[in-house]
């Protein structure tokens, strides 16, 4: 980050709503026809290629695996923290992170190095030619 201000770097690890999954229209074609699908026991991330400049993500975490609105926020919060941390990396793809069953109950450290893990296999299966 030799060169940059603080502003920059700053700006850099935003994650403002234009890189943000939207409406069921952004959700559906990834549910529907995913070209990319990473997996962990606590985890599902699906994505697809797309034409646009910047990675965008979308994020589900249901009441029915995870109970508690605390903890759920939590787990959005560190989905979209490491996405944030790790999106100059990241080719234009839109992402799906879904939270399975007992996700909740892992520490911080254990979710963001799951997370971390995630998203390295992501970024190597989307460079990937087809």
């Known amino acids: 980050m030799a060169g940059?201000?603080?502003s920059e770097v700053k700006l850099a690890l935003t994650?403002?709503?234009?890189?943000r999954l939207l409406s069921s229209s952004d959700y559906s074609p990834i549910f529907d026809?995913?070209?990319?699908?990473?997996?962990?026991?606590r985890f599902l991330i699906l994505a697809r290629k797309t034409e646009r400049s910047?990675?965008?993500l979308g994020i589900v975490?249901?009441?029915k695996n995870v109970k508690h609105?605390?903890?759920?926020?939590?787990?959005k919060r560190l989905i979209r923290d490491t996405f944030r941390t790790k999106q100059h990396k990241m080719p234009s793809i839109d992402a799906i992170v879904l939270a399975r069953q007992g996700t909740e109950s892992l520490s911080n450290q254990e979710l963001i190095e799951i997370l971390n893990n995630?998203?390295?296999?992501v970024v190597?299966?989307?460079?990937r030619p087809k």
């Open 4 to 6: 940059e201000t603080l």
């Open 15 to 19: 994650h403002p709503k234009s890189n």
């Open 33 to 41: 026809k995913a070209q990319i699908k990473v997996s962990h026991q």
């Open 54 to 56: 910047h990675p965008r």
């Open 61 to 63: 975490v249901a009441k």
């Open 69 to 75: 609105a605390v903890k759920r926020n939590r787990l």
């Open 118 to 121: 995630l998203w390295k296999r």
């Open 124 to 127: 190597i299966k989307a460079d």
